[in-house]
């Protein structure tokens, strides 16, 4: 198919030949007739497929057939939306490529730059406003843009939209057309709330398909290294250095990463620049001119900012960093194999990000193919169990020798055959020998056992029995009630008896009841009986 057969205008198609357009890509075929009958389109089209020509040729050809006569006020026609300053001035420059010699006054409006010169490009009368959604509103706020007369609007790539949160104010700027308009709506991706917009936007429209994001370009050759995070930069310098690399593009995650690499690349006597939403209108302009021209042979670019960003010929792309969306993969390697050249899109993968790669490959249908570096990334497998044991057990050896003991030696037993807590064993190797009646006990029941010395008796009475002769301050061990003590009867109070008839009690000294006592003056009442305290262990430890 040709552009001859699509309906333009003869100028149009000089201007196109003059592009060195040939023949028109698929989005073109289908959406430059809908859009010269007038239709509402939504078009579904990854960037890179030659949309902007799709949309911009018919409706430069409905500027030209219905142009304002000399003298009249021009009024905005053609209201273009777009989420990048980039894409903006890409649109724009389109518009002038494919509009020379016919009465089209494009304007670009975006951000970060003072507002006086698009005040004044409006002022002078532009037909057609290429704008960011922020800065339009702004303008709209201070009277300088009204939208009354719009003919065509394009919301495009209205994905990044949603991502960038343009989606309120596009809703905003929608809501001061005037009801009777063509509506044209771009999304490379359909997520459910820009099917709602094009649902409330778009007029029985007509939908274009090509190149769904799942697919990618067929002409790029994409690979993947697995490579550790700090050996990027080395293996990034080493393949840039590589004959067929004319130009490349590098995605970085995120802006500080981007200059980081720039300073990298730079140590390594690679000359690169970046853009991303931390430089200033002016820098980001700088560095795009300094890449196209060639000056720069590489461009750091984060995803927002190289969205839209348009070079012809691009040889490379480079995924630094993984995306954190797999969509943004399709449309980071759109970049290159651009309008029927090859192109090259290498990945690297370290191990945080193994994640990223598997739901890119399941996205596009494909493992990458990995090739081989001299930085192969070093994984740390989990340690065998065994393995993990016997390093405890040496640590452990270690930490005891230091001590003066030796690993055979097992601490202090609790009463249940387990090891004590170390803390516990080195406080308690005082009880035991000083209990009279397990001593006495013992005796009875097994005298042999109990006559042998205590050092022959285990390795653990042997560490008990070492370090410690019994102190003087320690007591024999006598329980505080029951039968093995010294003075059950005459110290535990004998329970009083309750006197009956609900009457008020106090509990005094000997365990004696006063009834009926004042409850404003402790007078006469002495100290309260001594209570066991159930809640206690049974020594009285908590
Ligand atoms: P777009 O998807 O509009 O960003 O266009 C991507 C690139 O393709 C731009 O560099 C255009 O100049 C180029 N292009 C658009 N249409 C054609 C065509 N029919 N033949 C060759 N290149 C084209």
Known sequence: MSFDTLGLMPIILKNVRNAGYETPTPIQQSTIPLVLLGKDVLGCAQTGTGKTAAFALPMIQHMAKKPIRPGQPRPIRQLILTPTRELALQIYENFVLYGKSLPVYPCVIF???????????????????????????????QGYVRLDSVETFVLDEADRMLDMGFIHDVRRIAAKLPPKHQTLLFSATMPSEVEKLAMDLLNDPETVKVD?????????????????????????????READVENALVFSRTKHGADRIVRELKKDGIEACAIHGDKSQGQRQNALARFKSGESKVLIATDIAARGIDIAGLSHVFNYDMPMEPEAYVHRIGRTGRAGRD??????????????????????????????SEWPMLVTTPT?????????????????????????MPRKLTQSGNPAPERKAQQAVKAPAAHPARTEKNAKATPKAAQRPVKAASPAAQHQAKPTPAKPAVQAYKPRFGPGSENHAPTVPSR????KGGKAMLIGSGGKVQLNAPKSSKQGLGKPVQRVNHARGRNGER
């Open 212 to 240: 769904p994001v799942s697919s990618t370009v067929k002409k790029i050759d994409q690979c993947l290294y697995y490579v550790d995070k700090a050996n990027k930069k080395f293996l990034l310098a080493k393949l840039l």
């Open 384 to 408: 065998d169990p065994k393995e993990k044991e016997a390093a405890r057990q040496l640590a452990k050896a270690a930490r005891l020798a230091k001590l003066g003991r030796t690993a055979e």
């Open 111 to 141: 951000g970060g730059v003072g507002q006086q010169g698009q005040v004044d490009a409006l002022q002078r009368g532009a037909d057609t406003v290429i704008a960011c959604p922020g800065r339009l509103w702004d303008l709209m706020n």
């Open 343 to 372: 192109g090259k899109a290498i990945s690297f993968c370290c191990i945080d990000e193994m994640k990223q790669l598997e739901q890119v490959e399941k996205l596009i249908g494909k493992r990458l193919p990995v090739r081989e």
């Open 496 to 499: 009083p008896t309750l006197p």
